[in-house]
């Protein structure tokens, strides 16, 4: 494997497995009331960054990452069945899919770098490959995951059914990228892998049930 294939892979798959970590943890009010406003100041001050050190991938990776988690760990609250979950992000990928094939995300992606900077490192966390900058997850596939990941805290679910949504969506859409040599939207396979999730967790569940009263 060369550098160009590990270090994309590793990169979405621990930003996604963060980004579900925060937001099952930010479900709690009482956790909600201090992480959501210290994930914005964290946005407020990496953007500070920004503006002093245009250059600063760290700087930008943050704002992205801070004020994606913090978008999708509140709007994650206002998902309150598994209906409204699954609906949300099948919508999600039909939006992120169409907005690649000919929207805003095909402009960012094809347009050119102005004053050394491409204004897609700050709609994406990005990451250094070979002196080449890659975009590794974007700034809505990172909102997705942390708002799935808060409601699915919320409907009960626990922090490994999440993390299984998370890490197998952004892996299986990293890997399928770099396979086909092209980017490809992430969210299509986060909506399947949420719904593998929960069909695992189903399963999980019914086979405990029937132990229990086996």
Not at 75 to 90: I, K, N, Q, T, W
Request: with cysteine.
């Amino acid at each position: 494997m060369t550098l160009d294939f590990i270090v994309p892979l590793v990169a979405s798959g621990v930003t996604a497995a963060a980004s579900a970590v925060a937001a099952v943890c930010g479900w709690s009010a009482r956790t909600y009331r201090w992480l959501l406003p210290l994930l914005l100041l964290a946005a407020a001050g990496a953007a500070c960054l920004c503006l002093a050190w245009p250059g600063s991938l760290l700087a930008s990776d943050a704002l992205v990452l801070a004020a994606a988690a913090a978008g999708g760990i509140w709007l994650g609250r206002f998902l309150r069945s598994l209906p409204a979950l699954v609906a949300f992000a099948y919508a999600g990928a039909v939006v992120d899919a169409a907005s690649l094939a000919f929207g805003p995300t095909r402009w960012l992606i094809e347009s050119k770098v102005r004053n050394g900077i491409s204004p897609l490192r700050y709609l994406a966390v990005c990451a250094h490959a070979d002196r080449s900058l890659l975009a590794v997850i974007g700034f809505g596939d990172v909102l997705l995951v942390a708002a799935v990941s808060a409601a699915m805290a919320g409907l009960g679910y626990r922090l490994p059914t999440a993390l299984l949504m998370a890490v197998l969506g952004m892996l299986t859409a990293t890997i399928t990228g770099l396979a086909r040599g092209r980017p490809m939207p992430a969210i299509p396979f986060l909506a399947v892998a949420l719904t593998v999730a929960i069909m695992v967790h189903a399963r999980s569940s019914a086979g405990s049930a029937k132990g229990m009263t086996g």
